[in-house]
């Protein structure tokens, strides 16, 4: 029976190993990540572009469909008709044409996106590792960490490794 006590004291204490549990601000380490900001600023230019290109493709046709009015009016009405068909069908693939590349920049940024929280996934689960961490919460918003003690907070750690990483 001294055994018996002895045997479940031990794995009574081997069970009351102290884990290593730590949590990251979410939002604290995207935000500050330079490769975010970079991926962010440049999808901005890109998206500034097209807003540019698409602005001077609208004023151009316009001009053109301002053209057209003040020339239908020397055309027979037949020939207006035929003519103001095919401005409608030319303006409507312009902005298919515009719209298909807003899609297409649209995908890759979120490619983009995706893959960068892939590797922020990556870096936290490596720290965790290479750490001794049995656990790491995310916070910020929608995270699962309602309070924790800042001591426990590894957002500052996890972004140094992440920017210090990081290659242009």
Known sequence: MKHFLIAIALLGLIGCQEQKIGYVDSVKL????????????????????????????????????????????????????????????????????LQMAEQQMQMEGQTEMDSLVNKVRKVVREYGEDNGYTFILGGGDGGSVLYGEESKDLTEEILKVLNDSYEK
């Open 30 to 97: 995207m935000e500050g990540y330079q490769e975010k900001k970079d991926i962010e600023a440049k999808y901005k230019l890109r998206t500034d572009s097209l807003t540019k290109k698409r602005d001077s493709i609208s004023q151009a046709f316009q001009a053109e469909a301002q053209a057209f009015q003040s020339e239908a009016q020397k055309m027979s009405q037949q020939k207006a008709q035929e003519e103001y068909g095919k401005l409608q069908q030319r303006g409507q693939q312009i902005g298919q044409q």
